[in-house]
């Protein structure tokens, strides 16, 4: 058995402690800072999942085996090499990449030449920064739009804007580099051509050379239904992905997943851990839109329930180099989430709001985001507080499920989007 620290406090973390907790291979099991339904499955420990040097003091003391980062921060800002250069650390498995690894999510440049030097199919792109502003401001006003402008570092996930007036692309690109609306992150700014289609995610595991391919699928980005008002981190998903059938995958894995592992491998970059394929199907061929180091949220709200390996064998399969030994067992079962939000999300919104109604739930499961316990009362602590997942022979029923079960939890202000999976029903 081995001990686990899990890092996060979202959805996706409350999703894989669910998981991992199943495990007849998982010890004693911390979660840092997780929220209140993590508390469910493990002991919640109340550290920064960026406080590196807390990490290594609750490593020591409570004999941690295997390090799990959920989101991307930690791994960006190299959590990997902090413990492989540590001596008292280095035995500990840490399932994600190296800092060089997590460049592939930390440096939208970084990935675009990356795709391109191994000729991964997607978006042309030019880069700009403080210097070359000008002959950005030129690219634009030459471009046909619409425009898709990155900033080059992490974000938030707010750091795409895709729109069709010149002057809004302007004074987007203008606010990222000469504002710094991001700060360092949006130091560099790549704007991208647009691609007509549809959007899915597909994740792997890899211990660097092997990978085994886990259940694809769909997110759902804008804050209302049809797809309208703002971004937001995720409303909802679905998975499996109606067009994403045999032959569509195989493509997927010759021309970007294996390319992508081979590619990783030639330039000696250490990564064993998670890699998100964020790509959109254009006509009937796949193209890759951008790299993730971790899992997505809310996708593994839906990926996890249908992934029926144990989930500790496999991080330590990876750690051994030995994921060529392992046959995924995906569930033939539909499986979505539907993710209730706090009003005014993604804009200004009150935390500290008293839920009710879990008493209520029957058949579906319930992935907490932002909440958290206050005296035996859960109450919201952030704008995504929780996801309804659910499963069914096919999407219509998983979602009907879902819909059944949101309309049990209350909470001042809540909202979802009734629409999720909507192109498929």
């Given amino acids: 058995m081995k ?97 060089a690894g997590a460049v592939l999510e930390g440096s939208k440049a970084f990935s675009k030449k990356f795709m391109l030097r191994h000729n991964i199919p997607t978006a042309a792109y030019q880069e700009f920064n403080e210097e070359s502003f000008e002959r950005g401001i030129a690219f634009i006003k030459r471009t046909e739009p619409p425009y898709v402008i990155k900033a080059d570092g992490l974000a938030a996930g707010k750091g795409v804007v895709i729109t069709s007036n010149p002057f809004e692309a302007i004074k987007v690109f203008r606010a990222m580099i000469k504002d710094a609306q991001f700060g360092d992150a949006g130091k560099n ?46 409303m909802g998903a679905i998975s499996p992905v109606p067009f994403a059938d045999e032959l569509f995958m195989q493509k997927v894995i010759s021309t970007i997943i294996v390319p992508t592992i081979n590619g990783l491998d030639k330039e000696n970059i250490d990564y064993k851990g998670f890699i998100f394929f964020g790509l959109i199907k254009v006509g009937n061929e796949p193209y890759l839109i951008e790299y993730n180091c971790r899992l997505g949220d809310p996708e593994t709200e839906v990926v996890i329930p249908r992934l029926e390996n144990d989930l500790v064998k496999l991080i330590i399969k990876m750690w051994e180099n030995r994921l060529n030994e392992v046959k995924i067992k995906i569930n033939k079962k539909a499986c979505s989430t539907v993710m209730m939000v706090s009003g005014g999300y993604p804009g200004d919104f009150e935390k500290g709001k008293e839920m009710c109604g879990f008493e209520k739930i029957t058949g579906s499961m319930l992935f907490h985001a932002g909440t958290k316990n206050v005296e035996k009362t859960v109450l919201t602590n952030g704008g995504r507080v929780v996801a309804v997942t659910s499963y069914g022979e096919d999407l219509k029923q998983a979602l009907a499920k879902c819909y059944e079960n949101a309309a049990h939890i209350e909470f001042e202000g809540a909202y979802y989007r009734k629409d999720i999976g909507w192109e498929f029903l």
């Fill in 3 to 99: 001990n686990i620290l899990l890092l996060g406090s979202g959805g996706r973390e409350c999703a894989l402690a669910w998981k991992l907790s199943q495990s007849p291979l998982c010890g004693n099991f911390y979660i840092a800072p997780g929220n209140a339904g993590t508390g469910e499955y493990g002991i919640n420990l109340p550290i920064s999942y960026n406080d590196f040097d807390s990490i290594k003091n609750v490593c020591l003391e409570y004999k941690i085996e295997i390090v799990i980062p959920g989101p991307e921060e930690p791994l960006v800002n190299g959590i990997y090499d902090f413990f492989k250069n540590d001596i008292l650390l280095n035995h500990i498995i840490v399932v994600g990449p190296s800092m």
């Fill in 189 to 234: 700014v790549v704007i991208e051509q647009f691609l007509t289609g549809v959007e899915l995610s597909v994740f792997v595991l890899t211990d660097g050379k092997n990978y085994v391919l886990l259940p694809e699928a769909k997110d759902y980005k804008r804050i209302n239904e049809g797809d309208t008002g703002l971004n937001t981190g995720g």
